[in-house]
């Protein structure tokens, strides 16, 4: 029989000669029942509820391609501390008629009972980590109390360990009690800078270029980004806060990512160490300021993006399918190029949203009032109308009336009669709801008689165009909502050299069944019976030289010889 052996040790306090033990206890009892050891898989200084350990992982890939009969552990626990992990992996190592054997525990697959003796021992290794959190919880709850370093590093600080001689770790050194910070003057000087350059008004961005402009050392190695900046302006540890307990860290049951969670403030521990300070308050109360404006402007910002541009959200990308946003300098660009590159799309044209909204206003509203395009309307209108069958639908509801009603009436001299039963009662109701039901229905079919909505219908188009351009003095929104029940929210633009050119759908179809106040799927583009669309060119001419703030976007008159 092939055997394996996985061996592993989780915590620094444990010796590196705990592998040796588990292997030295495998190996003999291999010998003792001559199964022969082809392999050891080894995991270092990793925790039982990782999954992505790499020794661990490489037995399992031995696993699934056969490499092996028998897996000896020293107890269940090296395999894993997680009960979720530790019985699916013994399950597959079953189905893959895999023998599993703990031999400090005295598990064995093979064994009847094993699957209680698994259970057992996987809730007691789950018992085993939460204990173990919450007494780690517990010390690092007391390191932070006293002001202690509970992990990590910060830029500007140095982490001092606090030794005790009297006692001694694994290797025989003066164990660490705690750890304390204290100020590194190197990178403190940089702290400084980036708080008083912030300060004075300065981006994210251009703090990182001025310090790889300066070629100072970034907090781990290499050059700043602008997301380091922001990281050390929001940190309160250079005014002499330290903050502890604000996340709780979890692991996702399912692909053992870990995420964290916000704890509640008043879980939070918050230790006052004026020693510790790095930044004059003066200069935190300036930016602690300028954060805060700058978080108000940008949720108004946030709020409101979609509504400071009247094509926002209604443009497409034809080569990659992403939206059309500002990118840059009132700018619209694919948004997909501009985050995620040319390897995700290669559309990097952009064009000036004065040109978008002056072309685009201009084509839709031309072709909409069309007086082909209006005769269009009219026919589909007729013709969704005439689908209702009105005037069959009013006849076969007053025969139902009819009958119904005199049903009613029988019902009521039979109750003046004296007979009155449950079920009489019950009919009665039945047949006032019924008649009710028609009625309603009735004065539904009579709506939808084409000599009365058509004119309507009509008059609904043009005041629908009519108010696009009404909404356009600082009413974006409105006029946006218009424009999406025009024209839909899929403008396709396609890149045409440098330039861009715009695919307008035209959406009669659509504009018939808002006009009718008729809510189906199978109308408008979704449906699939749009007419031919309309293309515009957005390339700069020369009238497009005037600056935007000075121009004034006005659509061709809608007057109502146009129809």
Not at 407 to 421: C, S, W, Y
Request: aromatic fraction near 6%.
């Amino acid at each position: 029989m092939r055997g394996v052996i996985y061996a592993r040790y989780s915590a620094d306090r444990q010796r590196e000669t705990s592998i040796d033990d588990q292997v030295r206890n495998c190996t003999r009892y291999a010998e003792r029942e001559c199964i022969a050891i082809d392999h050891v898989y080894q995991d270092k200084a990793v925790s039982g509820s990782v999954r992505s350990r790499p020794g661990y992982q490489q037995m399992l890939d031995s696993a699934a391609a056969g490499g092996f009969d028998i897996l000896l552990v020293d107890d269940l626990s090296r395999l894993s501390r997680d009960d979720y992990e530790l019985k699916g992996v013994l399950r597959r190592f079953t189905w893959q008629e895999l023998r599993v054997i703990g031999v400090t525990d005295g598990y064995d697959s093979s064994r009847k009972g094993h699957k209680i003796h698994a259970g057992f021992k996987g809730l007691m290794n789950e018992m085993f980590l939460d204990d173990l959190r919450e007494r780690t919880h517990r010390g690092m709850t007391g390191q932070a109390i006293k002001g202690y370093n509970c992990g990590g590093r910060t830029f500007g600080y140095r982490n001092t360990p606090i030794e005790d001689e009297a006692r001694k770790d694994a290797y025989g050194r003066a164990a660490v009690i705690a750890v304390r910070y204290e100020i590194d003057e190197a990178q403190a000087e940089t702290v400084r800078l980036i708080h008083e350059w912030y300060a004075a008004g300065h981006s994210y961005k251009w703090i990182a270029g001025e310090l790889n402009r300066r070629k100072v050392p970034a907090s781990r190695g290499g050059t700043w980004a602008l997301s380091a900046v922001k990281v050390i302006l929001e940190n309160e540890m250079y005014e002499g806060r330290l903050i502890w307990n604000r996340r709780a860290w979890m692991k996702h049951p399912e692909t053992g990512r870990r995420t964290y969670r916000e704890r509640p403030r008043e879980d939070w521990i918050v230790s006052e160490n004026d020693g510790l300070r790095i930044v004059r308050p003066d200069i935190i109360a300036e930016v602690r300021r300028r954060q805060q404006r700058n978080r108000t402007q940008q949720d108004a910002v946030t709020a409101s993006s979609a509504r400071r541009y009247l094509f926002s959200g209604l443009m497409v990308c034809a080569e990659c399918g992403g939206n059309f946003v500002i990118v840059a300098n009132n700018r619209y660009g694919c948004a997909s190029h501009k985050t995620r590159g040319e390897t995700v799309c290669r559309n990097g044209a952009t064009v000036s949203r004065h040109i978008v909204e002056d072309r685009l206003l201009h084509s839709i509203k031309t072709q909409l009032l069309d007086p082909k395009n209006l005769e269009e309307f009219k026919r589909s209108a007729t013709r969704l109308i005439e689908t209702h069958n009105a005037s069959d639908r009013l006849d076969t509801h007053e025969r139902q009336l009819r009958a119904a009603t005199r049903t009613r009436d029988n019902l009521l001299k039979a109750i003046k009669q004296g007979i009155i039963t449950p079920s009489t009662k019950s009919a009665l109701e039945q047949v006032e709801r019924e008649i009710a039901d028609l009625e309603r229905a009735m004065a539904n079919a009579a709506q939808w008689q084409v000599s009365g909505i058509l004119p309507r219908a009509v008059e609904r188009y043009r005041r629908a165009v009519d108010q696009l351009e009404q909404n356009l003095d600082g009413h974006i929104e409105p006029a946006r909502e218009i424009l999406k029940s025009l024209i839909g929210d899929h403008i396709r633009m396609h890149r045409r050299g440098e330039h861009l050119e715009a695919e307008l759908p035209n959406h009669v179809q659509a504009l018939v069944a808002k006009s009718l106040n008729y809510r189906d799927d199978s109308v408008g583009c979704g449906g699939g019976i749009c007419t031919e669309s309309t293309w515009v060119s957005l390339a700069p001419s020369p009238a497009d030289s005037t600056p935007f703030r000075h121009r004034r976007t006005r659509l061709p008159s809608s007057s109502k010889s146009t129809a």
